[in-house]
């Protein structure tokens, strides 16, 4: 079973400065998903990658396969930004088995004005 | 736009009572996903279901069933609650496999068993 390691637990910053969250996994993974969680519980799927970089605005999620490890970055953070932050993986198919994702424990991050 | 509804955004019910939770997605996907989330634990899977009546476990299914008649409709069931069982579940479904296919979740339902 993967392990799915985010860091850092909890982030404070100002606006305008930019973020890095981290996300580390044990096992070789088919995709990785970065997620959006208000509070409210409403999740949105921000990126879904297996190698390489995408952006989208002024978020860009990173991939190192050989390193087993994901970055997401925000640049010019703003307070609408707030929210919990959450990596997902999904393993390599394997013949069989329930297709869900496995789950870090997420990132609250806080933008303060 | 993929829409996921479920059935409420809280619920409260007792100890013993049997919980039925509906999930509703608009978009003809095929794979339906329950979770629930705890604080310290993040999201883990209940079951899923991949296609109509077809359904498999996930991490952790014990005291859940589920039931997928439709292929729009994927409902999670607690046939006897418990207090354990007071959690955020969330809904979400997917074209196909996760590995090329982002999934979208409903708002969730926050369960209260007394």
């Known amino acids: 079973k993967n392990e799915v390691e985010q860091s850092p637990q909890n982030l404070t910053a100002q606006e305008g400065e930019f973020i890095t969250i981290n996300c580390s996994y044990s096992v070789g993974i088919s995709a990785l998903h970065w997620l959006q969680q208000h509070p409210g519980g409403g999740i949105v799927s921000l990126f879904m990658l297996s190698s390489g970089k995408k952006k989208h605005g002024r978020l860009i999620a990173t991939i190192n396969i050989q390193e087993k490890h994901s970055s997401l970055h925000i640049t010019a953070s703003h307070p609408r930004d707030s929210a919990v932050y959450i990596c997902a993986v999904r393993g390599r198919p394997s013949g069989g088995g329930a297709d869900g994702l496995t789950f870090g424990k997420g990132t609250h991050l806080i933008i303060q004005p | 736009d993929v829409k996921v509804t479920q059935s409420s955004r809280y619920l409260v019910k007792r100890t013993g009572e049997k919980v039925f939770l509906e999930c509703v997605q608009d978009m003809d996907h095929e794979n339906m996903f329950w979770y629930r989330q705890d604080p310290g634990l993040g999201l883990r899977l209940i079951y899923f279901s991949y296609d109509v009546k077809m359904k498999e476990k996930g991490d952790i299914p014990e005291g859940y069933s589920v039931s997928r008649e439709k292929k729009e409709r994927f409902s999670l069931i607690l046939e006897s609650a418990s207090t354990n069982q007071t959690s955020m579940y969330l809904c979400?479904?997917?074209?196909?496999?996760?590995?090329?296919?982002?999934?979208?979740f409903g708002p969730g339902t926050r369960l209260t068993v007394l």
């Open positions: 979400a479904s997917s074209l196909g496999w996760t590995g090329n296919n982002e999934q979208f």
